[in-house]
Each structure stands twice: as structure tokens, then as C-alpha cells.
């Protein structure tokens, strides 16, 4: 899935995601498509607006001093409301706050929680997100095998990437988080490392379920 032809991108938008092929609207396309996404909370996101496009409300937080005039600027608005598929005007905002500290928005609220390239999302933002809401996590700084071990949070399924394609496929789950050779999925290490384990199976990214209100695992 592409961007509308006619598309006049932001300047640090186009640079760092649309000049590398990395937008990556057929991802977030697919998610609010299957789980019904009118809610999103990205962490980390840079000036990754992209789901944006596709998620009618979206809390972006990041500490780059770049974002805050990105998000704000006329121009970005613009770009979002002239390529977005849904029929609302767009409707987001931004934080620039250390995500591990806390921002201003509900506790319980999003659909879902965006965990990418970032670090220990899943940990700090998981009671963002409400109970049945989706987590969105890579292997990138260990969060999807944090949030695996999460009791908060039940796996159920992955994302392939081919691409700018995007697949999910929910079959074969146990064969996911199987640690090459002996090593055993650590949290301690994981944490301390910022980085996961080889595993005998990958995916592009991992998908999990809120399943409870608990509080994360002590470190």
C-alpha cells in the first residue's frame, strides 16, 4: 500500500521513512484493520506519522528536538488530512517527554501501543493501553520478549514483512520465542543488555493482547 501520488511530504518525513521506503502504511493498515484501531500511542515514534493515516487518534512521544516542530507545524497537519483513510479529521499530538516517566494522557485508554526500535516499551506504557487493546512490539532492544514474558500480556500472532508487505498469521505461536541452543529467555538480561536472544523463529514483529490491569514485573 502506497501513499497518494500527489503527496507533498514533510521535509524530516520524507529524509528519514518516505526516501528509505519505510513508511510502512500497509502495517499499520492491517493492524487497524483486524483489531479495529481508533486509538494509538507510539513511543519512540521520531516523526513516524504514518499511522497517523490509518488511526483516527494518536499520541506520539519522543525527546529528538526535531519532533516537537514537526508535529506542530501546518504542513504535517495537512499531509495527514489530505492522504488519511478514515472520513474524521485527524486528530493527534505530541510529547516531548521521556516515555519512561510519564506524559498526560489516560491510563487504560489506547487501542493500541506501537513498540518499535525504542526500548522497554511494553514496560512503561503498557497501562496506556486498555484492557483487550494490542501491543505492537520487535525483537529491536528486547521489548517483544519482555512484554512475552508480561503477565499483562497474551502473544497472539505475528507480522511477516515482505517488503512494503505486511501479513499476520496467528498459527504454529509456539514455535516463536524458542531461544537458539540452550539459553533461556532471561528478563534480567534482557533488561540490562537491551537486546533479546536468537531465536530459532523470527518475525518482523509480534503482537500481544492485553489481558489484565496487573502491574509490570519487578525489575
Known sequence: MKLKMNSIYPELYKKYLVDKGDERLGLFSLLAEMFNIESGLYPGSFVHITPSLVIPYMAYVD???????FF???????????????????????????????????KDSFDLLISLYAGSISRYCGNYL???????ANNSHGDAPLAYLDTRFEFIGVVKRNGNRFGYSDTALESYFVPKGKKLIDEETIEKTMKGPAYTMTAYAYVFRKINYSDPPPK
Do not use: H, W
Open 130 to 136: 486498555r484492557r483487550g487493546g494490542i501491543l505492537l
Open 72 to 106: 506542530g507545524s501546518d504542513e504535517t497537519l495537512l499531509f495527514v488530512n489530505k492522504n488519511k483513510e478514515y472520513e474524521r479529521s485527524a486528530s493527534y499530538r505530541f510529547y516531548k517527554a521521556d516515555f519512561s516517566e510519564g506524559f498526560p494522557e489516560k
Open 63 to 69: 525527546m529528538d528536538k526535531r519532533c516537537e516542530p
